[in-house]
């Protein structure tokens, strides 16, 4: 199993959209919109690849140096088979 924090989705928005439009948009809306497209590529160039299996985006979820930590709400936002 393979798992990855992103820890600068404001600022991928940011760059984006520019500033004044990210400071308008909540940042669990970001780091949503940038996991669904680091999901989406993943999915395309595994896919490309031959491999098959699954992805999942999961709230409740907390990776720090090797801990990794379970919140009370452990919750699937996004899941595909590829």
């Not at 199993?1 to 984006?16: D, F, G, H, P, Q």
């Not at 990210?22 to 680091?38: G, K």
């Given at each position: 199993?393979?798992?990855?924090?992103?820890?600068?989705?404001?600022?991928?928005v940011a760059s984006k959209v520019?500033?004044?439009?990210?400071?308008?948009?909540?940042?669990?809306?970001?780091?949503?919109?940038?996991?669904?497209?680091?999901?989406?590529?993943?999915?395309?160039?595994?896919?490309?690849?031959?491999?098959?299996?699954?992805?999942?985006?999961?709230?409740?979820?907390?990776?720090?140096?090797?801990?990794?930590?379970?919140?009370?709400?452990?919750?699937?936002?996004?899941?595909?088979?590829?």
């Amino acid at each position: 199993m393979i798992v990855l924090k992103i820890s600068n989705a404001s600022e991928v928005v940011a760059s984006k959209v520019g500033r004044f439009l990210e400071r308008l948009t909540p940042d669990s809306i970001d780091q949503s919109a940038v996991e669904d497209q680091v999901i989406k590529k993943m999915i395309e160039n595994l896919a490309a690849e031959g491999l098959k299996g699954e992805i999942a985006a999961i709230n409740g979820l907390d990776l720090d140096g090797s801990d990794l930590s379970l919140n009370k709400e452990v919750k699937i936002r996004k899941h595909t088979s590829f």
